[in-house]
């Protein structure tokens, strides 16, 4: 019933033609304000992450497999490289996710439900492959609602053009409780036993965070939970809220409304200017949600670097959950405005269920691997103490690298001091130049050759009673001769035993950002950094060790990365 319903409306809707076009904004609504450029040499400006040509760019929104094509809207600021709230859903599509086609923008604030702006959102593929997006608009009077938008064509594989609900908004802040200027970012809807689609909405209440849990049998008439999804105090707003199965079983994706004793579920939240997430047991019944443990508690984020308002979805072509984040700049306003951009996208991540239950694992797409060339590869080189080790033949400014650390002697490691419990607090005492026992050991990229300027990713290794603890760091301290940028250091625990398995790490660099993978994905940091000096071909890339433990670099593998095709 609730499908035939949904069928009925989609032909109403573009048969009648009683709709808002979105297409025809654009004659009156367009990039008015071309690139300046104070020079045509762009050294920060990356070459296989994902960027507009020009402007300002946010949160991915809507990400979904269609006909053949991955889509990813995003958040748009047509008119320059900073933001402002009237944003716009700008569009484009790849078959592969590594390169990608522009498309004309996909959502304008044209409407009194979203003239103050089209915020984040998410895309729904509905029964018989249609798909359907909900997104935020900020109102006339700057409230914050919730918005359906279909595509005009379901035979068009590019879904270029899109058309507003007349009955928008669906969604409205109607409980007193909720701040109707912080009630945003709609998830992808999952579809119940009892034929009812839910969505959560992210806002804040008077006590902290919250998930607001909203229901509908047909898409378009929905109805508020009576108590909160999910809420948590002394946390700020929940923004880009995000909520999906993961299998028990096997590392492969599974659908948004699957939900059998095969799966746990993730509920992933952005608050603090960072992404966390807990994994729980969710009831399709009840609609209760029981984490594991609480957001406060376990400090489980999908990055510990520089990584905002991700999304994820289900990529049917090749049963796998995907997800990528809003990578902002780390330097001034003013320095986005002069090169004329600002923003890009990780590069995408598979994401699924780790061996012991705890913690998601992240990995690149296997698709990022098409742009490998020049390959270097050597095996068992020892790293003394105090050494420093030059991996050429590679464009260490454009580049992949995978490497194996195996620690033979442990018993030298530095003892964990119990008020040791903030991972970024640690590194930042203990950065790469600070000698240690069993590390620091690791990689230092967008190296000067005089190492003025480096970043350092790397480990340290400390026994704590009966048990090792490995850390990794992501240390920008020395990352720019430039006094004017955020150096931030970042830090995370890595679920890895040294006494039974080598500590791996991976790491992309594309001229302005490091995204670092510890421990087969266990753990993520991503940096942005500007050097003045390591840039294009100045760039170097070494290998070292600062404990006084020596190291084996038991594999190495490093490859000069093609640029993808962005246009």
């Given at each position: 019933?609730?499908?035939?319903?949904?069928?009925?409306?989609?032909?109403?809707?573009?048969?009648?033609?009683?709709?808002?076009?979105?297409?025809?904004?654009?004659?009156?609504?367009?990039?008015?304000?071309?690139?300046?450029?104070?020079?045509?040499?762009?050294?920060?400006?990356?070459?296989?992450?994902?960027?507009?040509?020009?402007?300002?760019?946010?949160?991915?929104?809507?990400?979904?497999?269609?006909?053949?094509?991955?889509?990813?809207?995003?958040?748009?600021?047509?008119?320059?490289?900073?933001?402002?709230?009237?944003?716009?859903?700008?569009?484009?599509?790849?078959?592969?996710?590594v390169n990608w086609v522009h498309l004309d923008h996909a959502i304008y604030?044209?409407?009194?439900?979203?003239?103050?702006?089209?915020?984040?959102?998410?895309?729904?593929?509905?029964?018989?492959?249609?798909?359907?997006?909900?997104?935020?608009?900020?109102d006339s009077k700057n409230h914050q609602v919730q918005n359906l938008a279909?595509?005009?064509?379901?035979?068009?594989?590019?879904?270029?053009?899109?058309?507003?609900?007349?009955?928008?908004?669906?969604?409205?802040?109607?409980?007193?409780?909720?701040?109707?200027?912080?009630?945003?970012?709609?998830?992808?809807?999952?579809?119940?036993?009892?034929?009812?689609?839910?969505?959560?909405v992210g806002t804040q209440g008077e006590h902290g965070g919250m998930a607001?849990?909203?229901?509908?049998?047909?898409?378009?008439?929905?109805?508020?939970?009576?108590?909160?999804?999910?809420?948590?105090?002394?946390?700020?707003?929940?923004?880009?809220?995000?909520?999906?199965?993961?299998?028990?079983?096997?590392?492969?994706?599974?659908?948004?409304?699957?939900?059998?004793?095969?799966?746990?579920?993730?509920?992933?939240?952005?608050?603090?200017?960072?992404?966390?997430?807990?994994?729980?047991?969710?009831?399709?019944?009840?609609?209760?949600?029981?984490?594991?443990?609480?957001?406060?508690?376990?400090?489980?984020?999908?990055?510990?670097?520089?990584?905002?308002?991700?999304?994820?979805?289900?990529?049917?072509?090749?049963?796998?959950?995907?997800?990528?984040?809003?990578?902002?700049?780390?330097?001034?306003?003013?320095?986005?405005?002069?090169?004329?951009?600002?923003?890009?996208?990780?590069?995408?991540?598979?994401?699924?269920?780790?061996?012991?239950?705890?913690?998601?694992?992240?990995?690149?797409?296997?698709?990022?691997?098409?742009?490998?060339?020049?390959?270097?590869?050597?095996?068992?080189?020892?790293?003394?103490?105090?050494?420093?080790?030059?991996?050429?033949?590679?464009?260490?400014?454009?580049?992949?690298?995978?490497?194996?650390?195996?620690?033979?002697?442990?018993?030298?490691?530095?003892?964990?001091?119990?008020?040791?419990?903030?991972?970024?607090?640690?590194?930042?005492?203990?950065?790469?130049?600070?000698?240690?026992?069993?590390?620091?050991?690791?990689?230092?990229?967008?190296?000067?050759?005089?190492?003025?300027?480096?970043?350092?990713?790397?480990?340290?290794?400390?026994?704590?009673?009966?048990?090792?603890?490995?850390?990794?760091?992501?240390?920008?301290?020395?990352?720019?001769?430039?006094?004017?940028?955020?150096?931030?250091?970042?830090?995370?625990?890595?679920?890895?035993?040294?006494?039974?398995?080598?500590?791996?790490?991976?790491?992309?660099?594309?001229?302005?950002?490091?995204?670092?993978?510890?421990?087969?994905?266990?753990?993520?940091?991503?940096?942005?950094?500007?050097?003045?000096?390591?840039?294009?071909?100045?760039?170097?890339?070494?290998?070292?060790?600062?404990?006084?433990?020596?190291?084996?670099?038991?594999?190495?593998?490093?490859?000069?990365?093609?640029?993808?095709?962005?246009?």
């Amino acid at each position: 019933m609730a499908t035939s319903a949904l069928w009925f409306l989609w032909l109403w809707f573009i048969l009648v033609g009683d709709v808002t076009e979105v297409e025809d904004s654009r004659r009156t609504h367009g990039d008015l304000y071309p690139l300046q450029i104070t020079s045509i040499k762009q050294p920060y400006r990356t070459l296989y992450h994902f960027q507009p040509p020009r402007n300002w760019m946010n949160d991915p929104n809507a990400p979904m497999y269609y006909k053949g094509y991955y889509h990813l809207f995003y958040q748009y600021n047509p008119y320059g490289a900073v933001w402002r709230p009237d944003i716009i859903w700008a569009h484009s599509v790849s078959t592969d996710l590594v390169n990608w086609v522009h498309l004309d923008h996909a959502i304008y604030p044209t409407e009194t439900f979203d003239i103050n702006g089209c915020w984040s959102g998410s895309a729904t593929i509905l029964p018989g492959n249609k798909p359907v997006i909900l997104y935020t608009g900020g109102d006339s009077k700057n409230h914050q609602v919730q918005n359906l938008a279909l595509p005009v064509n379901l035979s068009d594989p590019l879904l270029q053009s899109w058309v507003k609900l007349p009955q928008n908004p669906l969604i409205t802040p109607i409980n007193g409780g909720i701040d109707p200027e912080n009630f945003r970012d709609p998830t992808t809807a999952w579809q119940g036993p009892d034929g009812e689609w839910r969505v959560l909405v992210g806002t804040q209440g008077e006590h902290g965070g919250m998930a607001i849990l909203y229901r509908s049998r047909d898409f378009v008439n929905w109805t508020e939970s009576q108590y909160p999804f999910r809420s948590r105090e002394k946390t700020s707003i929940w923004e880009c809220p995000d909520f999906y199965p993961v299998s028990l079983n096997t590392t492969n994706g599974v659908d948004t409304s699957v939900n059998n004793p095969s799966v746990k579920h993730v509920l992933k939240v952005n608050f603090n200017s960072h992404d966390y997430y807990t994994l729980g047991s969710y009831s399709s019944y009840t609609d209760e949600y029981i984490p594991d443990t609480d957001f406060m508690d376990s400090d489980l984020r999908y990055d510990y670097g520089k990584f905002y308002a991700s999304k994820s979805f289900f990529d049917p072509a090749k049963n796998r959950r995907i997800l990528w984040a809003w990578v902002n700049e780390s330097d001034s306003e003013s320095e986005d405005i002069k090169r004329g951009w600002s923003g890009l996208q990780s590069i995408p991540r598979s994401a699924w269920l780790g061996k012991t239950g705890r913690q998601l694992v992240q990995w690149p797409v296997e698709e990022i691997e098409k742009l490998r060339i020049n390959e270097v590869n050597f095996k068992g080189e020892n790293l003394r103490s105090e050494t420093v080790f030059e991996v050429s033949g590679v464009t260490a400014s454009q580049a992949d690298i995978e490497v194996s650390f195996e620690l033979p002697k442990l018993a030298y490691a530095e003892l964990m001091d119990p008020s040791w419990v903030d991972p970024q607090l640690l590194c930042s005492d203990k950065g790469a130049s600070v000698k240690g026992g069993v590390g620091p050991f690791g990689l230092l990229v967008l190296a000067s050759e005089d190492l003025k300027e480096h970043t350092a990713i790397f480990f340290r290794v400390f026994k704590n009673k009966d048990r090792y603890v490995v850390l990794m760091c992501s240390d920008q301290s020395r990352s720019s001769l430039s006094e004017e940028i955020d150096k931030t250091t970042y830090g995370a625990f890595v679920d890895v035993d040294p006494r039974h398995e080598n500590i791996s790490l991976r790491s992309l660099i594309d001229h302005s950002i490091v995204e670092s993978f510890g421990g087969e994905g266990r753990a993520c940091i991503t940096a942005r950094v500007y050097p003045k000096l390591a840039i294009d071909e100045e760039a170097r890339l070494y290998a070292f060790n600062n404990g006084t433990e020596n190291v084996i670099i038991s594999r190495l593998r490093a490859w000069s990365m093609k640029s993808a095709l962005i246009y």
